[in-house]
């Protein structure tokens, strides 16, 4: 009996105390309110005029290599459905000569290719990485100049009141 008589006092205190904090909660929750946004990243380095300019500048400077290996593949391709149509009519030797030539051409575009790649990753990234310090210091300056406590990037779920990704976009042009 006297369990039980401990267990109604402990409900009744806590009873007490939830009706004497719901009291004072507006007052708490004003003081703790804090403004909070959020930015895609995704979004800031596809529409944003920086990541725009960068893309177009990478287009550019590697608009002549591409060329340059899109004619490599091309001869390759040609080099090969010749020898697929003429191989038969060669001598051994000629055989064996066209196919070390079309090894070593296919080995050169390999290679070609995975440089292109290598480099044009490389200057992505370079240039993605100044459009993200970028965005960066404008959130930085929104969020002193509109008082933000809080700015995540890519949150996993945002109400539309938070997501400040329109400023930060307006405000990089």
């Given at each position: 009996?006297t ?39 995704d ?42 149509k ?88």
């Amino acid at each position: 009996m006297t369990r039980k008589l401990v267990s109604t006092a402990v409900l009744a205190a806590a009873a007490c105390a939830a009706i004497a904090l719901a009291g004072s909660a507006p007052a708490f929750a004003a003081e703790t309110a804090q403004k909070i946004g959020v930015v895609s990243l995704d979004r800031v380095l596809h529409e944003s005029a920086p990541a725009k300019a960068a893309a177009d500048k990478l287009q550019k400077e590697f608009a002549r290599r591409k060329a340059e290996i899109d004619k490599m593949s091309a001869d390759f391709k040609a080099k090969a459905q010749d020898f697929q149509k003429n191989g038969p009519t060669l001598t051994q030797s000629q055989r064996i000569n066209e196919q070390r030539d079309l090894a070593e051409a296919e080995r050169a575009l390999s290679r070609a290719q995975r440089e292109f790649r290598e480099e044009r990753g490389q200057r992505e990234n370079e240039e993605i990485q100044i459009v993200i310090a970028r965005a960066n210091q404008v959130i930085q300056d929104l969020a002193r100049r509109e008082n933000y406590d809080l700015i995540f990037q890519d949150a996993v779920y945002a109400s539309p009141r938070a997501d400040i990704t329109d400023k930060v976009l307006k405000a990089m042009k």
